[in-house]
């Protein structure tokens, strides 16, 4: 069983900027790629941002791109989400997870994920 850890959510006001953390219990090498989704009340699950430990390749969705950055610290075992300029849209439950090895050919999509973290709770509201 892998446990990951995600850290970092709260209230932040339109435009402001919060660091999302995912605490991984054993080095992110090896997995195949480490990534941020997100889940707001009603909707699916969708992909925030993806890093590829193999190759540093990194996936934004088209919401996030020039907004957010993924990022990590291998020696901490840490992947983080940085995200500026936040609206309210992106008030949602944001779940870190983790895709073991084989590469399936896709970096983005939820189902490939086998691990998750609990999630963390970030509200945009003025």
């Known amino acids: 069983e892998v446990q990951l850890q995600a850290s970092g959510g709260g209230l932040v006001q339109p435009g402001g900027s919060l660091t999302l953390s995912c605490t991984a219990p054993?080095?992110?090498?090896?997995?195949?790629?480490m990534g941020w989704f997100r889940q707001a009340p009603g909707k699916e699950r969708e992909a925030v941002s993806c890093?590829?430990?193999?190759?540093?390749?990194?996936y934004y969705g088209d919401s996030f791109k020039g907004r957010f950055t993924i990022s990590s610290d291998s020696a901490k075992k840490v992947v983080y989400l940085q995200m500026n300029s936040l609206k309210p849209g992106d008030t949602a439950v944001y779940y870190c997870a983790a895709d073991p090895p084989p590469y399936s050919g896709s970096y983005s999509r939820v189902a490939e994920y086998d691990y998750w973290g609990q999630g963390t709770l970030v509200t945009v509201s003025s």
């Open positions: 054993r080095k992110i090498s090896s997995f195949v790629s």
């Open positions: 890093l590829s430990t193999t190759d540093a390749r990194t």
